[in-house]
């Protein structure tokens, strides 16, 4: 039970300040089990889902690898920079007037302090296509880890 609040209550606090900052909320879709542990949480991968905020049916899902053991069922363990990204369009695409050409749509916290995975929009204007990306971050470094999806902006249903 305290594993379980502890976590919730920093990914809340996480979820509270990107509100602020406009960046997206994500729903777990599901999460599976990679190596069992006997004391504490098990290794998972997990799957979650958001919307882009400003950009109206594209939706992203995000799987990441999450460390068990009794730190990481505490929240204090330090998730591996491992994740893939899948962005598509879910239906008719209207971009804003004034589209940045970069902005983070999604920022999770992967460790206690200090290290994030961040999706960040880019706007191919020559090829007609929203570009994600998501990067591993720490406050002192960034880590190399990256995935990208293209969702071409198209007609719908036509």
């Known amino acids: 039970m305290l ?5 919730r209550g ?9 509100m602020l900052a406009g960046a997206a909320q994500a ?4 999460c599976i089990t990679t190596a ?3 004391i504490g949480a098990n290794h998972k991968v997990c799957v979650d889902v958001f919307e882009d905020p400003k950009i109206p049916n594209v939706i992203c899902h995000i799987s990441q690898a999450r460390t068990g053991g009794i730190s990481g ?15 598509q369009q879910i239906g008719p695409i209207n971009l804003p007037a004034k589209l ?5 749509v999604f920022s999770e916290s992967t460790s206690l302090l200090f290290k994030s995975t ?17 990067i591993s971050r720490k ?16 007609p719908w249903g036509k």
């Not at 729903?27 to 599901?30: A, F, L």
């Not at 961040?118 to 998501?134: E, F, G, M, P, Q």
């Not at 406050?139 to 198209?154: C, F, K, L, Q, R």
């Open 10 to 18: 920093g990914r809340v606090c996480c979820g509270l300040l990107l």
């Open 36 to 38: 069992w542990k006997l």
């Open 3 to 7: 594993k379980t609040s502890l976590k």
């Open 118 to 134: 961040n999706i960040t929009r880019l706007w191919d204007a020559k090829h007609n296509t929203l570009v994600y990306l998501a």
């Open 139 to 154: 406050v002192i470094e960034g880590a190399p880890a990256n995935s990208v999806s293209t969702v071409p902006v198209m």
């Open 27 to 30: 729903d777990e879709v599901g």
């Open 100 to 104: 940045p050409n970069e902005e983070t």
């Open 73 to 87: 069922g505490l929240g204090l363990a330090e998730d591996p920079s491992q994740f893939s990204l899948a962005c």
